[in-house]
């Protein structure tokens, strides 16, 4: 699946986990404070956003994943978290956005990168896309962030889930993930064959276009939608 693909299921699947709001993510604290903070920035740098951003921090605030959100920037570290970790998974392939991104793709570091994930990782949609990996670096992050640093639990969250989306959502593409390695290699998918689809064909951008749209309207999308017509 494509880069933009993964960072859109993974904040708008986020905010969809998010929506059932186990009580230990419950706010403590009133979350629009940070955003009052950054509204002016925003309402000068983009006035024909503040609505739509309005509506989507309304989202994040009652999502339960917001709870640590009283200055600006943690907005801006949770979703970074979700982004980072909707493309992480792909750090096996070596020209993914992710590795061009840290540029771990060029020169010696990313030749080194290269032989390391060739030796020791595999080909591409292999380790880093099992459920296995995924379980074990959410144990890591879930019990490991918040010992060194006590807000860091709803960033665990969001690592979790960006990473645990990630692959379900390759899962939708006719390839499929050897999700049940390194017990079972054999690759699934989610639906059946005759749904799944082509990396970067029309068919990703219709699904996930669906999906996102059914993720905003679950958390009441149509009062943004109202609110950016009128
Ligand atoms: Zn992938």
């Known amino acids: 699946m494509l880069f933009r693909s993964h960072v859109v299921v993974g904040l708008s699947g986020t905010a969809l986990i998010a929506r059932f709001q186990p009580a230990w993510l419950t706010p403590r604290w009133p979350v629009e404070t ?3 903070e ?3 920035w925003v309402e000068s740098a983009t006035p024909w956003a503040l609505g739509f951003v309005d509506g989507v921090v309304g989202l994040w605030a009652a999502s339960g994943l917001a709870p640590l ?4 920037i943690a907005y801006l570290a949770l979703i970074a978290v979700v982004v980072f970790a909707s493309l992480l998974p792909d750090i096996d392939h070596q020209s993914s956005r992710i590795n061009r991104l840290f540029g771990t793709s060029r020169g010696l570091f990313g030749w080194l990168m290269h032989r390391f994930f060739k030796i020791f990782v595999g080909p591409h949609r292999t380790v ?3 459920g296995l990996t995924w379980l074990a670096l959410s ?5 490991g962030l918040p010992a060194i640093w006590s807000p860091g639990g709803p960033y665990a969250v969001a690592f979790s889930s960006g990473y645990g989306l990630h692959i379900l959502a390759d899962m939708l593409t006719e390839r499929g993930v050897p999700v049940f390695g390194p ?5 699934y998918t989610l639906v059946p064959d005759l749904l799944t689809f082509r990396t970067g064909s029309f068919w990703e ?3 996930v276009g669906a999906l996102t749209l059914i993720v905003i309207w679950v958390w009441g999308g149509g009062d943004v939608l109202q609110s950016l017509l009128a």
Not at 139 to 143: A, C, E, K, Q, T
Not at 183 to 187: D, G, H
């Open 38 to 40: 950054l509204r002016p």
């Open 34 to 36: 940070g955003w009052a």
């Open 205 to 207: 951008y219709l699904t």
């Open 183 to 187: 017990v079972n290699k054999r690759s």
């Open 128 to 130: 880093t896309h099992y």
């Open 139 to 143: 144990l890591i992050v879930w019990i």
């Open 69 to 72: 959100l009283e200055t600006p």
